[in-house]
């Protein structure tokens, strides 16, 4: 027997950024993670929703560091001096996702803004 009002659980903001960063982790199934935290798989995929485009309507910025592979130095953050005036990189190498994308020195921006596009639409 059931005596009260049952109320509806208020998930804090908290509460919910853990469950959906839980549930975008790879190899795992909503309905298990939505289980285990005792909140329905469709309230789950309407958070899981409003974090996709809240993420998509914001603008991201990544650290970006250069390294000298050549002389094996430690990495330099964007905006320092080369080690030596007027030096290009042979390549740049961009790590997101666990994929590593190579990009030759001379690539024009149309190839690269192509690259970025595909590799955002993979998330």
């Known amino acids: 027997m059931i005596t009260g009002a049952r109320r ?3 998930w804090s903001d908290a509460e919910k950024a853990r469950i959906v960063a839980e549930s975008f982790s790879p190899d795992t199934s909503v309905s298990d993670i939505a289980r285990r ?16 485009t809240a993420m998509a309507e914001r ?12 002389a094996g130095s430690p990495p330099r ?6 080690s030596e005036p007027g ?28 690259v970025f596009a595909a590799l955002r639409s993979t998330r």
């Open 8 to 10: 509806r659980r208020d």
């Open 37 to 52: 935290n005792g909140v329905s798989r469709g309230l789950l995929t309407v958070w899981r929703r409003e974090a996709r």
């Open 59 to 70: 603008s991201l910025f990544a650290r970006v560091e250069i390294e000298d592979a050549s």
């Open 77 to 82: 953050e964007l905006g320092m001096a080369p």
């Open 87 to 114: 030096a290009r990189p042979e390549r740049i190498e961009v790590a997101i996702a666990g994929a590593t994308v190579l990009v030759p020195a001379g690539a024009d921006a149309r190839t690269l803004t192509n």
